[in-house]
């Protein structure tokens, strides 16, 4: 009997306590929700190629299949203007060059010949396309193209579905959009140019993205162009293209060497949605990065709402989730004085997931002070799941900075 009345108001207390524990559950996982935790700050960890006028988008890929991140990149005005650094995670040894010089070029990098390591493809701003075949062990097998303009920006996609990566370049003055069908060996044959015919005698470059824009399963094309706005082209699977410049972003807003574009879903409708800074509607208003938000059907809708705090917008822009908190976020470089000498800084857009944006105005990034920046990548260099940011700046003063989170 006494055993039972002791069962008894064991689980009378049990049953009394759960109620405490599940609020203390409660009020502590909303103490520690991500939502109410600092948000992380960046200082400067590593500067490479000081004194150095880097150009175009450099890319983080794993050459030597050793596990970490490597980076290459291209400067102006140096021979040879291709680096390449092993990473091991802490910081980057520079590689001693083994490929033929063709000015600073756009790169792009994917796996061309099927060996399951990243190959990189490089369009010369001097009209030269070199394609370098990694060998898996750090070195390349070279091919070279030589073609009339000169490039901005390129892009690997398999556009046709033939299991092949296909090249798309962006010319400089007169090419427009070139699309070459690859062999999956490293040669490339021209099968397109766009628009078609050209809609004048020049067409300056600046941006270019590959990505199922419309959501039907066939890669799309995005430029922009200097003073011509921006071309939308719609891919059929077949490397057969539609489009025409778009009409919801005026294309005096182009009228800007420093264009820069990006692709992603910032409002998790599962539609990709545009990026886009260096667009300028004059030093008197307020610039900075342009977000336009995809229905899927060919509809966009401007969403820009916290990120015109810029005076001068710079090309430099990645989209990332910098905090962790499952939106995307902008990292966009530009002035803020409209006093360029007093220099350039980075500045974070933090996204709330619907497509709104603020600006964290605590997070360790310069806003001025910094030379011209010319591109943005996210990148993990360390392997802890937390992206670093490595921007690159041009004009004399340029470097390649990483930025880390404290």
Not at 111 to 121: E, L, Q
């Amino acid at each position: 009997m006494g055993s039972l009345v002791l069962a008894y108001m064991f689980d009378v207390a049990r049953r009394s306590l759960w109620p405490l524990i599940i609020l203390w559950l409660v009020i502590g996982c909303a103490g520690h929700s991500p939502s109410t935790q600092p948000l992380p700050r960046f200082t400067r960890s590593l500067t490479l190629g000081p004194n150095t006028e880097w150009r175009f988008n450099p890319l983080v890929i794993d050459v030597n299949g050793d596990g970490w991140l490597d980076l290459a990149a291209t400067a102006r005005l140096v021979a040879p203007p291709l680096h390449l650094w092993w990473g091991d995670g802490t910081t980057f040894t520079p590689v001693t060059p083994t490929w033929t010089n063709i000015g600073y070029a756009a790169l792009a990098t994917g796996d061309i010949n099927h060996d399951g390591y990243p190959d990189i493809a490089a369009a010369s701003h001097f009209g030269r396309v070199q394609t370098l075949l990694s060998d898996e062990r750090g070195g390349f097998t070279e091919t070279l193209m030589r073609r009339e303009d000169g490039y901005v920006a390129a892009q690997l996609a398999d556009l046709n579905g033939d299991g092949k990566l296909d090249l798309v370049l962006l010319g400089f003055e007169k090419a427009g959009i070139e699309i070459y069908l690859g062999d999956g060996v490293g040669h490339w044959r021209l099968h397109t140019t766009l628009p078609q015919p050209p809609s004048r005698r020049t067409m300056p470059g600046r941006a270019l993205i590959v990505g199922d824009v419309n959501h039907d399963g066939h890669l799309d094309m995005v430029a922009a162009f200097n003073r011509l706005g921006l071309y939308i082209y719609y891919g059929d699977g077949r490397v057969g293209f539609t489009g025409s410049p778009v009409d919801f972003i005026p294309p005096q807003a182009f009228d800007s060497l420093n264009i820069s574009l990006a692709l992603g879903d910032v409002n998790h409708d599962s539609h990709p949605d545009i990026v886009i800074n260096g667009t300028s509607f004059g030093q008197e208003v307020p610039n900075g990065p342009d977000v336009y938000l995809g229905d899927g059907r060919g509809g966009w809708t401007a969403s820009s709402m916290g990120l015109k705090v810029l005076k001068v917008a710079a090309p430099g822009l990645s989209l990332g989730d910098l905090d962790q908190d499952g939106h995307l976020d902008i990292i966009a470089g530009g002035n803020v004085t409209s006093e360029l000498r007093l220099g350039y800084g980075l500045f974070w857009f933090r996204g709330d997931g619907k497509g709104g944006w603020h600006l964290v105005q605590e997070s360790g990034l310069p806003t001025q002070g910094l030379p011209f920046p010319d591109s943005v990548v996210l990148a993990d260099l360390d392997r802890d799941e937390v992206p670093e940011i490595i921007s690159l700046h041009g004009r004399a003063d340029g470097s390649i900075i990483i930025w880390k989170r404290r």
